[in-house]
């Protein structure tokens, strides 16, 4: 319950003129509320706020017309239900990450769709998949994760970021594209109980050792 209600903060003084000038918000809970401006109103996930800039001694407060609720499920959970990661999470379990993936976390995951995994030569998936190559499997999807919830907006202003397999990712924008090394951000922001998926529309892997 303290968690739901977290969900309805944000921290600072945050009034209407700088409200609708955000896509969304990361709240006190860890997860980020969309924030939508249009035709003169103002919404917050599935909520509408009905009365705005209500002063206090220590913040501000905005009247919405709904309750608004986390995800409650997990990254594995979330990414399941998308029905376009199929190859991902059989390569977690292979790899003996997927209870991972399904702890407190928070993670941030960069996860390549079923038809980024179909872009590798044929017959690499497979090889990835054999109980022998456990621990190269275990390094590739590691190398798409990274500790905490790394939200877009902050994303962007990164040029890399270091992620659980220990090397790290170069983070830039290409013609307005957000990418990761070679792979196209496709979709962002999406939130899990334990963390944040960034869609990618192509694997990506980690240097060689030397």
């Keep these: 319950m303290l968690g739901q209600f977290k969900y309805h ?58 309750v608004i609720l986390p995800e409650m499920k997990d990254i594995t959970q979330v990414a399941a239900g998308a029905k376009t990661f199929n190859t991902l999470l059989a390569a977690a ?47 590739v999807l590691l190398y798409h994760v990274v500790s905490g919830r790394v939200y877009s907006e902050t994303a962007v202003t990164l040029s890399s970021a270091p992620t659980v397999q220990g090397a790290k990712i170069a983070i830039s924008v290409k013609d307005g594209q957000p990418m990761v090394n070679n792979a196209k951000i496709v979709a962002t922001d999406i939130d899990a109980s334990n963390g944040v998926i960034h869609v990618i529309d192509t694997v990506i892997l980690p240097p060689q050792k030397q």
């Design 93 to 139: 379990k292979a790899a003996g990450l997927a209870e991972t993936l399904a702890t407190k976390g928070p993670f941030t995951v960069f996860a390549p769709t079923d038809a980024a995994f179909a872009k590798l030569p044929e017959g690499t998936v497979a090889n990835l998949l054999k109980p022998e190559n456990k621990e190269t499997l275990k390094a």
């Design 9 to 66: 903060v944000v921290s600072g003084n945050v009034k209407a003129a700088q409200v609708v000038k955000l896509n969304g918000a990361v709240t006190l809970q860890g997860q980020r509320v969309n924030i939508k401006f249009a035709e003169g109103k103002v919404s917050v996930d599935n909520a509408n706020v009905v009365k705005a800039d209500i002063a206090c001694t220590n913040g501000v407060i905005h009247v919405i017309d709904s």
